[in-house]
């Protein structure tokens, strides 16, 4: 059984800094999955932000995050984490972090079996 627990959210004002984590179990019998994050805004469609694949630790972004976040996994604290830095009033929204055996079409939801209970993220202007 995997289970995911996300790290509370947080507000900050347009050009600060939010760390996100998720602390997960389960995998026992494979290190062969995949990390991600998704978020999802009021009224709009879960989009993928980004991935990170526990057995390569290669990373997939999103084009509207590239260079201000940054995903990484504690392999021994099984601890994904997302570093977003520069933060734009659009990045408001709920996080998932979200879990998959399946590696193709990273940013589609659908993919991932495993999914967090979510976070809430505020950017003020």
């Known amino acids: 059984q995997v289970q995911l627990v996300e790290s509370e959210g947080g507000s900050v004002q347009a050009g600060g800094s939010l760390r996100l984590s998720c602390i997960y179990s389960?995998?026992?019998?494979?290190?062969?999955?995949?990390m991600g994050w998704f978020r999802q805004a009021p009224g709009k469609e879960r989009e993928g932000v980004g991935r990170?694949?526990?057995?390569?630790?290669?990373?997939n972004y999103a084009d509207f995050v590239k260079g201000r976040f940054t995903i990484s996994l504690d392999v021994a604290k099984k601890t994904l984490y997302l570093q977003m830095n520069s933060l734009k009033p659009e990045d408001t929204g709920m996080y998932y972090c979200?879990?998959?055996?399946?590696?193709?079409?990273?940013?589609?939801?659908?993919?991932?079996?495993?999914w967090g209970q979510g976070t809430q993220v505020t950017v003020s202007s």
């Open positions: 990170i694949g526990r057995h390569d630790g290669r990373t």
């Open positions: 979200a879990a998959s055996t399946y590696g193709d079409s990273w940013y589609n939801p659908a993919n991932y079996a495993y």
């Open positions: 389960g995998f026992t019998y494979t290190t062969r999955y995949w």
